[in-house]
């Protein structure tokens, strides 16, 4: 059947119905949620999988796993692991936890993105978190990168490519 959940709940097996959280909901690995996920208010951790896609109107999804069906952001969504289908962001969209530690975020071949998506950056330290999207549609999307973003030298970001290209820096006039 299909998950309410308004106060703490942990899913370990499969959700046939969907959920929708206004509370705090887990997803573990082993956890699987079918037919969709509403996020309306509350955190919802997903380490396991969702399909049909994921729905995040307000509150927080914290996602390693994976996300099939699409997503719709109009809240605040932290990413590592896959999501695919069409992503439509008006919320946010951060890659990893908003820090700059290496994390990756894949979109899925086949995926249409539109919005923005921030990448934590810290040239100070040489760390940056990463958005793979190769095969998928991204011109529509703005990347944003937050953090750190002028070293010690004064190098910066200069330009940014969308391609397999490396970013390169310029000196700061």
Same mark, same amino acid.
């Given at each position: 059947?299909?998950?309410?959940?308004?106060?703490?709940?942990?899913?370990?097996?499969?959700?046939?119905?969907?959920?929708?959280?206004?509370?705090?909901?887990?997803?573990?690995?082993?956890?699987?949620?079918?037919?969709?996920?509403?996020?309306?208010?509350?955190?919802?951790?997903?380490?396991?999988?969702?399909?049909?896609?994921?729905?995040?109107?307000?509150?927080?999804?914290?996602?390693?796993?994976?996300?099939?069906?699409?997503?719709?952001?109009?809240?605040?969504?932290?990413?590592?692991?896959?999501?695919?289908?069409?992503?439509?962001?008006?919320?946010? +969209?951060?890659?990893?936890?908003?820090?700059?530690?290496?994390?990756?975020?894949?979109?899925?071949?086949?995926?249409?993105?539109?919005?923005?998506?921030?990448?934590?950056?810290?040239?100070?330290?040489?760390?940056?978190?990463?958005?793979?999207?190769?095969?998928?549609?991204?011109?529509?999307?703005?990347?944003? +990168?937050?953090?750190?973003?002028?070293?010690?030298?004064?190098?910066?970001?200069?330009?940014?490519?969308?391609?397999?290209?490396?970013?390169?820096?310029?000196?700061?006039?």
């Amino acid at each position: 059947g299909r998950l309410v959940n308004a106060g703490e709940a942990t899913i370990n097996g499969r959700v046939a119905g969907g959920a929708v959280n206004s509370g705090a909901l887990t997803i573990n690995a082993a956890g699987r949620v079918e037919n969709g996920l509403v996020a309306d208010g509350g955190a919802t951790v997903n380490a396991g999988r969702i399909e049909g896609g994921a729905v995040v109107r307000s509150g927080v999804l914290t996602s390693s796993g994976v996300i099939e069906g699409g997503l719709a952001d109009a809240g605040l969504v932290k990413a590592t692991g896959t999501i695919a289908g069409p992503i439509a962001v008006t919320g946010k +969209l951060i890659v990893g936890d908003g820090t700059a530690t290496g994390e990756k975020l894949t979109i899925a071949p086949g995926s249409t993105l539109t919005g923005v998506v921030t990448v934590p950056v810290d040239l100070t330290t040489g760390r940056s978190n990463f958005l793979a999207a190769k095969g998928a549609a991204v011109s529509a999307a703005r990347l944003d +990168l937050a953090g750190r973003l002028t070293n010690a030298s004064g190098a910066y970001w200069g330009a940014l490519s969308l391609s397999d290209a490396a970013i390169a820096l310029t000196p700061e006039a």
